[in-house]
Nanobody, 126 residues
């Protein structure tokens, strides 16, 4: 049974870069058709898909973060990471990593993902 675990800072100052890592256990980042996603949920708001990296290494970003975000993977460590630059208070959220089989048609729909991390709270504050 595949497991995902987020790690990263709980507090980031405005204008700095948020870096989050997802560690995948009992699964391979290069498994066929697997897509590795970052999704967040600001307090009181709905889930918001941020980005994915595919088993082939292709990437895609939400237009809301495309100018600031970068997703990458390290297959030797079975980890993928999100870097979000120039953060603001609007980036405060619980951040989840999640996996889907194939590309999510409705990326904000949690039913699209069959594996989830537990989530990690990130506060943007000075």
């Amino acid at each position: 049974q595949m497991q995902l675990q987020e790690s990263g800072p709980g507090l980031v100052k405005p204008s700095q870069t948020l870096s989050l890592t997802c560690t995948v256990s009992d699964g391979s980042l290069t498994a066929n058709y697997r897509y590795w996603n970052w999704i967040r949920q600001p307090p009181g708001k709905a889930l918001e898909w941020i980005a994915y990296i595919s088993y082939r290494g292709t990437t895609n970003y939400s237009p809301s973060v495309e100018s600031r975000a970068s997703i990458s993977m390290d297959t030797s460590k079975n980890q993928f990471t999100l870097q979000l630059r120039s953060v603001t208070l609007e980036d405060t959220a619980v951040y989840y990593c999640a996996s889907s089989w194939g590309v999510a048609v409705e990326p904000n729909n949690p039913d699209e993902y069959d594996y989830w991390g537990q989530g990690t709270q990130v506060a943007i504050s000075s």
